[in-house]
Every structure is written in structure tokens, then in C-alpha cells.
């Protein structure tokens, strides 16, 4: 099998644009900390999406102060988050980690392989 690394870089062909960018924009006047927040509302609107057949990439390493300056946010409105929605062009599959190894890639189908923890390593019971 053939592992293609995907780059930060790498941009959609034409016609696999997203369709909606959504910026999660924390209020710094109402709470200082408002990850649990924008985490709930990222779940929410990702899985109604997913819901409809629109896929989503959630996108939290983006350039925050340039994406901040187009959307005329002020020192206290924080970019927290930008979750783009478009329709998949190719699939999704979740696979065991392999040797520590947690790099998405492309398989032989084109479509993304999701290296992933077991949930045994993730959790304890108490």
C-alpha cells in the first residue's frame, strides 16, 4: 500500500472547494475560556452537516491575527476556530496507530486513512 503524507499545503482541484468557511469567535467579555464552548458548537454544527451529506475539516492552525483583521474582530472578540463545510469528494477511514505513528495519508483509492488510539490507551476506569 502507498502512503501519500498530506501537506498543510496541498489544495483542493476545482470544484472541491469548501462551500462555508464558519470562523468560532469567543466573546473574551463573557468568558476568558471558552473552549468547552466552541468545542460543543463545532461538534453540533459538524455532525448536523455530516447529517445532510456535507462533510467538515475543523481548522484551529490558521493564520488568527490575518483571518481576525477580514473579519473585523476586536481585541475582545478571539478567533477560536474555522470549520469548513463542503461535499467529500473521497473517503474517510479510521485505522489502528501503527508504531507511534499518527500521520494521515492517502491510500491506493485516493481516499484519507485516520491513524487512531485505541481507546484502551486514551482512558482509565476507576
Keep these: 500500500m502507498a502512503h501519500f503524507y498530506i501537506s498543510v499545503y496541498s489544495q483542493p482541484k476545482e470544484g472541491e472547494e469548501p462551500t462555508l468557511f ?48 477580514l473579519f473585523g474582530l476586536t481585541e475582545n472578540r478571539v478567533l477560536h476556530t474555522v470549520v469548513a463545510f463542503g461535499y467529500p469528494t ?18 491506493d483509492n485516493g481516499d484519507y486513512v485516520v491513524p487512531k488510539r485505541k481507546i484502551e490507551d486514551v482512558t482509565k476506569y476507576l
Excluded: F, Q, R
Excluded at 473521497?90 to 491510500?107: A, F, L, N, Q
Design 22 to 69: 464558519i470562523g468560532i469567535v469567543e466573546n473574551l467579555d463573557i468568558s476568558k475560556n471558552g473552549d468547552t464552548d466552541a468545542g460543543l458548537a463545532i461538534s453540533n454544527m459538524t455532525l448536523a452537516a455530516w447529517d445532510k451529506g456535507v462533510g467538515s475539516c475543523i481548522i484551529a492552525a490558521c493564520n488568527k491575527p490575518k483571518l481576525s483583521v
Design 90 to 107: 473521497h473517503k474517510s477511514k479510521i485505522t489502528d496507530i501503527k508504531d507511534g505513528d499518527v500521520k494521515y495519508y492517502i491510500d
